[in-house]
């Protein structure tokens, strides 16, 4: 019978070595959640998404009714023989999603996109709210 040697924190120390701590019981789903930076500047509202070796045939960019909505999808290399010897994996293949309600409207049929090193650039003008000429007089009515 062999002896284990007693290791009481292993299971901590793994717990706090995974990036999603926070969940370490359950497993990885295949999606991931790419850093995104949103700006503003006077004309348009401006969206940079970090999303590294993606196609950007198969990245898709929509904006309905004030949500920006980045969704992609990387292809995973499948290997034929595990001989690399991992000691770590964490670069993932995959999907990911990204919505997010935009702070003012935009022109949804202006909106430009480029791809370059890795970084999505998504530049959305923004729409123009007319101020109503009109004034409505409401009546206020008094609760008994």
């Given at each position: 019978?062999?002896?284990?040697?007693?290791?009481?924190?292993?299971?901590?120390?793994?717990?706090?070595?995974?990036?999603?701590?926070?969940?370490?019981?359950?497993?990885?789903?295949?999606?991931?959640?790419p850093a995104m930076d949103v700006?503003?500047?006077?004309?348009?509202?401006?969206?940079?998404?970090?999303?590294?070796?993606?196609?950007?045939?198969?990245?898709?960019?929509a904006v309905k009714d004030g949500?920006?909505?980045?969704?992609?999808?990387?292809?995973?290399?499948?290997?034929?023989?595990?001989?690399?010897?991992?000691?770590?994996?964490?670069?993932?293949?995959?999907?990911?999603?990204?919505?997010?309600?935009?702070?003012?409207?935009?022109?949804?049929?202006?909106?430009?996109?480029?791809?370059?090193?890795?970084?999505?650039?998504?530049?959305?003008?923004?729409?123009?709210?007319?101020?109503?000429?009109?004034?409505?007089?409401?009546?206020?009515?008094?609760?008994?």
């Amino acid at each position: 019978m062999a002896i284990i040697p007693r290791q009481p924190f292993s299971d901590m120390e793994r717990f706090f070595e995974d990036n999603d701590w926070l969940l370490p019981v359950l497993p990885h789903l295949g999606a991931m959640k790419p850093a995104m930076d949103v700006y503003e500047t006077e004309k348009d509202v401006i969206a940079e998404v970090n999303i590294p070796d993606f196609d950007p045939e198969k990245v898709d960019v929509a904006v309905k009714d004030g949500v920006l909505k980045i969704s992609g999808k990387m292809d995973e290399k499948k290997e034929e023989k595990d001989d690399k010897g991992y000691w770590r994996k964490e670069i993932r293949k995959g999907s990911f999603e990204r919505l997010m309600r935009l702070p003012v409207a935009v022109k949804e049929d202006a909106i430009d996109a480029t791809y370059e090193k890795g970084v999505l650039k998504i530049v959305m003008p923004k729409a123009e709210i007319k101020p109503t000429t009109s004034r409505v007089k409401i009546k206020i009515k008094e609760s008994k």
